[in-house]
């Protein structure tokens, strides 16, 4: 089975700073996909980005970008020009490309990022 | 596009009753999916569905759950009966099946039991 590991259980950034948060994962599979997702107080779990491993190129959308380094089993995720709007709990995500898993998603434990003023 | 609907948005109920959640998939969406978040647990799946068929409800704790899929636009988790560790926040997902589709949550519902 899959697992997913964050290391940091809380993180937090000055507004237009840097932040990245950090993700591991476990895996025998060659071929898989992997997300992060926000959840600002409101609870809604959104979409931040998403990566395919068999593709080496770092996805970007905006201001995020991801850090993907497949041999390190490693997939963090930079958030820059950091915003009041992106405080909120993060989920690193991983998804199988096929088999018995295919479809679902295995969630890390979250990381807690606070912006501040 | 409505996204993905969940109901009651909130539900308090008392140890020993039934409980029913409910979720409408986005419009053509084939995979259904339940999860379950706790502080302790964190994001569980519970079950899901493909084509309104179960494919793995390894993660449904114990015989209280329970969950249907009657037709494409609805999905039911159902606890009977309730106690108080189910209290928690049930989110409902849907995606297509295109490999690779990110899953599409809806805003969840928070079970209290008291």
């Known amino acids: 089975a899959q697992t997913v590991t964050q290391s940091q259980p809380e993180m937090s950034v000055q507004e237009a700073e840097t932040v990245t948060l950090s993700c591991t994962y476990d895996t025998s599979e060659n071929n898989y996909y992997l997300f992060w997702y926000k959840q600002p107080p409101s609870r809604q779990m959104i979409l931040v980005i998403r990566?395919?491993?068999?593709?080496?190129q770092n996805a970007t959308e905006n201001r995020f970008s991801v850090n993907f380094q497949k041999a390190a089993k490693s997939f963090s995720l930079k958030i820059s020009d950091s915003q009041l709007g992106d405080t909120a709990m993060y989920f690193c995500?991983?998804?199988?490309?096929?088999?018995?898993?295919?479809?679902?998603?295995?969630f890390g434990q979250g990381t807690i990022l606070t912006v501040h003023p | 596009d409505a996204g993905v609907i969940q109901s009651p948005r909130h539900e308090v109920t008392e140890m020993g009753q039934e409980v029913t959640l409910r979720c409408k998939p986005i419009?053509?969406?084939?995979?259904l999916f339940w999860y379950r978040q706790t502080m302790m647990r964190g994001l569980e799946l519970l079950i899901y569905f493909n084509n309104n068929v179960p494919i793995d409800d390894s993660g449904m704790p114990e015989d209280r759950f329970s969950a249907k899929m009657p037709n494409a636009s609805f999905s039911t988790l159902k606890i009977q009966p309730s106690e108080p560790r189910d209290s928690a926040v049930y989110f409902c997902?849907?995606?297509?099946?295109?490999?690779?589709?990110?899953?599409?949550f809806g805003n969840g519902t928070r079970l209290t039991v008291t």
């Open positions: 419009s053509g969406h084939d995979y």
């Open positions: 995500a991983f998804m199988s490309a096929g088999g018995t898993s295919y479809g679902k998603l295995t």
């Open positions: 997902a849907s995606s297509l099946g295109a490999r690779g589709s990110p899953l599409h």
């Open positions: 990566q395919e491993a068999y593709k080496q």
